[in-house]
């Protein structure tokens, strides 16, 4: 079954560290570009960070950068976010996605293909 | 940044009522607009993409449209499972993209 898996969310107080796991089956995860969006509780949501196939480039939304980091592990079928100097405004649903390119990703040719179920992250003392 | 506008952010409708959401752009965009659909407790799921195709699977009731800083998207004939939340997402400013706030689909 072709399916992502998101764990290692739970309650950390401010400040604190957190790292988010992705595991990837069903399908060739080193052959896709992979992201992080969130959703706020009763919120929009907010692409956080995309990491390439190879992992050699990495992106992050601003409020993240020196924060988070993305990485993965293709032998594994890994994605990760390492998530230190957590806020509570970091409360959030931490989603992974994949990446489907129709044309190619620096043209912007691309939408979230298949996405997980989502991981629960409170920052609150 | 650019900025994604979705109008209205909640809506109420019937089945089979005709529905339009629109998108607004800061910043032209070309086609490089894509709508998702998520329920109460759910992942997003994808309905179109460069702003008119339709992914696989997804009902030809949905139709999207436009181009540059205008986007809509159009479901002809409401159904029960339609009542959801949907979101324009543009891709254009890769690898930074912004989502609209929402759009709130309720059953009158």
Redesign the interface.
Known sequence: EVQLVESGGGLVQPGGSLRLSCAASGFTFSSYWMSWVRQAPGKGLEWVANIKQDGSEKYYVDSVKGRFTISRDNAKNSLYLQMNSLRAEDTAVYYCASLKMYYDFWSGGWYFDLWGRGTLVTVSS | DIQMTQSPSSLSASVGDRVTITCRASQS??S?L?W?Q?KPG?????LI??AS?LQSGVPSRFSGSGSGTDFTLTISSLQPEDFATY?C??????????????TRLEIK
């Open positions: 965009i070309s490089y894509n998702y998520q759910k992942a997003p799921k994808l993409y460069a195709s979101y997402q543009q891709s254009y400013s890769t690898p930074s993209i912004t989502f609209g706030q929402g």
